[in-house]
């Protein structure tokens, strides 16, 4: 669609311009988050959303890394084919907020609420318009009335779902969705004249989300974060119905369908597990 | 933000805010530069660059979060690599190229390939490390330095051709960071072929169904070719394979006549091969469900070795060479876990780049033909390729070579303002009538009229019915000159009387023009391929009888 734009004498590739800014505009926002939610000095969240974001691109790339050994054992050839990955981007992300949170003994529940929840589909909504330029991650061809007239990754024009715009308002509703809750939770339960002891409010299903509350991410820690998982993948989940490239492994089930299923199952147990708990707690 | 300003443990908030933004700044640029996100811009005429399709088999091309690993659309990065090629025939017989990559490769070092003719003997290579192995058409040189004039050095590849060779083409591609480009050299050792092909009878065009050309940008096209499944021949997963293994067995291939930049007045001179391949567009072939899921791709790459047949025995014009494409030989392609397909389709998706061609090609007509060894159509499980090959005029048959053809493909812009289209293959039957589609498109934003003039060697008589795209309505019979509203359509139905019993078997084609009543000039035309009875092998190559003028004098008494 506008894979490249000029810029003076440089030509600069949308996509990737785009997600540049996507990684700005959510990394100021979970910073921002960060600092304000958690008992933190400053320069340390500088230095852990620093870490998230350098950990998460290097995941990125580094799942494709996967593909050129394989590529190099099979055929001597050094290749790299370009390609990334978000859940790569995720795991590296998560993995190395958790280790320094462990470090600096910050709340691992609240430290995912506030800097990975409501900033990555925020990220994402935006990245998705990257993907509208460059034609990727396209949808199927229809002659409904939500056809669009877009190219495909190969630059063939045809009225197509408009996929990315469909999962760029996902993703914006998701990350409305997860602040209101954030908020009436918020409004509802005021917060503890005296900071519960470790674990006592810790009720989350993950161990790193057994954080001292403060009362501002309720009714768990993690469970924006839970949240945002699950409707990531409900969100996904649809799309892929509607996406071109999709890779059906049994019949109109792709692979893709099959892990957001998996991890909505396990998010949901989690969240009816934990969310019982806090009844059961307030009720004993 | 009542903590700006405030002095905390770790400083001013606001200092930490800044410090934060710096650093994201600093992350975006760092990925717009290492991801080839920005590059220095070119100018003048698009180059042919950037890389072979990643992965050759049915693969997520998206560049988000898809899957666990996905593909990346890049950019194209902004190169001017030229190959030279300076070519010394010696006197026994021995062809020997010197060359050198010479231009912006955006790196240090680049991959030159050559791809010679079947048979080529006693090949040597300089710059080569080793010996060459078989097969010795084929050499590779790895990471070939680029200077700081960006210049490779000069590598001499010389082998013997075959004997019985009187042209042989050689193909050197240059790969580098994401791009590559190809240039084909030919060596004449015999007459020139363009006298030996002007004698040669013109063909009948034929098309081939829903072939098209449709422009990309100011010099590159799409040639896009559909063969579907109409006739519910149901797809199963050992169809397709026997398909694949065809396709892979490098005995078919297309063979296209396209305009060279520079037009090549000499036969050693090398030229542009104008596929394009990059990340994004790349010649391939697509199986598509009926969801329009793609579910295979087949890479498709040149057929060297065959472009000596097709510049020897295929009709041959000014400035335009022949080219010869087939599907990767390697790796082995596999339709394992296909599931059964009742409504499939197989697209090709050939980009060519015309530039520096005269008007980029625009208006040309390009030749095509579907060629395979042998005599006989392939078999392939129950004739998926046949049906599309089988189904061409017959037009050779040679060097062991049957070749089916030509369709010419038009290269016109697709939204023009006025289009003719529609183009059918069928089996006709003697004593049933015969239904033929096409259809008048007009997005002018203003009412054309057009007159119908068609041609068909089959004595029956046409009638001609408006409808709609699945059937003709009877009553609704039309009576030229016709009329299309403004960005209307008006479907073309030609209904024939029954076809005679005794018609002769074999292939005819119904021509139909449209020209526009208010500019004689303005019109096109559409063709069908209509096939009479059984499908017939052609006969293999007639022997050549020369003439043999002696200089007789007649001795004076």
Redesign the interface.
Known sequence: ML??F????????T???V???A??VA??VA??RL??GLDQ??????RG??LI??AG?LGRYL??A??VVQDLVRGGDL??????????ALAGGSLAWLLYCRRHHIPLGQAFDLGLAAPLPLG?AI??L??LA?????G??TDSWLGVYLP?????WAMRYPT?LL?AAANLLIFFTLLAMERYRRRRSPPHPNPLPQGERGLSPLPWGRGRGRGKTPPFDSFLFLLYLGLYCLK?FVL?FL???????L??VS??HLYTVAIMVVVTALIASNTSSVLHRKGG | MREFGKKSEGGHVWLAYLQFLVLLVAIGAGTLLLGAGILPRTTGTLPQTTGTPATPTAVPNCDCDCSDYEERVTVTPGTNAKIHVTTVIHANGRIEHKVRVTGRTGGTSVDLKWHGPQGAQDTEASHHPGPILPPVNKVTWRKLPVDANGQTPEVTISYTPPSDAIWVSDVFTVVGSGWQESVNVGVWRGSPPQARAASRPAATPAPLRRTTAARLDETRWLWHATLDSTSALTLTADLCQDGLDLLQADTSFAALRVPVYPPSLVYTEPYTLPVIFTAELWPHLALLDFGGTQLLTVPLEYRAQYHTFAENELPAAPGERWLALGAVTSPTLTCAGLPELDWWEVQAHVYLDLGGTEGAGQGAVLPLYYCYEGQSPPAMGSTLLSRALGAQVTSYQGWGITCLGPQPLTLQPEFEGWKLGGSTTAWLTPTLPITLNHYLINWTGAPLTFTLDYSAPLAVDWRLYGGTWEAPDLNDPLTPPIRVDADGEQQLWFISDPLPGDTADGPCTFILTATNVTSPTDFHWASDLLWVGDWIAPPPAPWQRYQIYLPLVVKSH
């Open positions: 894979p490249i000029n810029l003076g004498p440089w030509q600069v590739s996509y990737t311009a997600n540049a800014l990684i700005l990394g100021m910073f921002h600092v304000r000095p400053p320069q340390v969240v500088v959303a620093t974001i350098l691109l799942v494709r996967v593909l290749h790299w084919a370009g390609g990334n990955s978000f859940v790569g994402q990245g998705r990257g993907c460059a034609g990727c991650c396209f199927k061809p495909d990754h190969a630059g063939l990315q999962a996904r892929e996406r071109g490239d999709a890779l059906p492994v019949g109109p692979w893709v």
